[in-house]
C-alpha cells in the first residue's frame, strides 16, 4: 500500500513562508505527478501546481511568483514552497501523487494526503 504524508502547515502571518513536504512511502517505481490541491472551508478542492516527474511544473494563477513546487524522486517526495502568504491561501493542503507504478508492469493508481492545514492570519 502507498501512503502520502503531508507535513509542514502550520500559523504564519501575512507576508510569511512556509515549506510543504509530501513523503510517498510503500513500495513504489514510479510516479508520474505529483500535486498540490487546497480546499477552504466550504470551498471546492482546487489544484494550486503540480510537477511532472521530469520537472515540468504547472501553478494556477493565484499562486504564480509565489510558490514553488519540486520533487526529490529518488525520495518520492514533493515541496511546495510559499512565500509572500495571504489570508487568502488559508487553507487545508493536500498532496496528490498520480500514476503511481508499483513495478515496471504495473499499472498506475492515484493517491491522496489526508492534508496539512495552513492558516495564514492579517
Known amino acids: 500500500q502507498v501512503q502520502l504524508v503531508e507535513s509542514g502547515g502550520g500559523l504564519v502571518q501575512a507576508g510569511g513562508s512556509l515549506r510543504l513536504s509530501c513523503a510517498a512511502s510503500g513500495t513504489i517505481f514510479s510516479i508520474d505527478y505529483m500535486a498540490w490541491y487546497r480546499q477552504a472551508p466550504g470551498k471546492q478542492r482546487d489544484l494550486v501546481a503540480h510537477?511532472?516527474?521530469?520537472?515540468?511544473?504547472n501553478y494556477t494563477d493565484s499562486v504564480k511568483g509565489r510558490f514553488t513546487i519540486s520533487r526529490d524522486n529518488a525520495k518520492n517526495t514533493a515541496y511546495l514552497q510559499m512565500n509572500s502568504l495571504k489570508p487568502e491561501d488559508t487553507a487545508v493542503y493536500f498532496c496528490n501523487a498520480v500514476r503511481v507504478r508499483r513495478s515496471k508492469w504495473s499499472t498506475g493508481m492515484d493517491y491522496w494526503g489526508k492534508g496539512t492545514l495552513v492558516t495564514v492570519s492579517s
Open positions: 510537477i511532472t516527474s521530469g520537472g515540468f511544473t
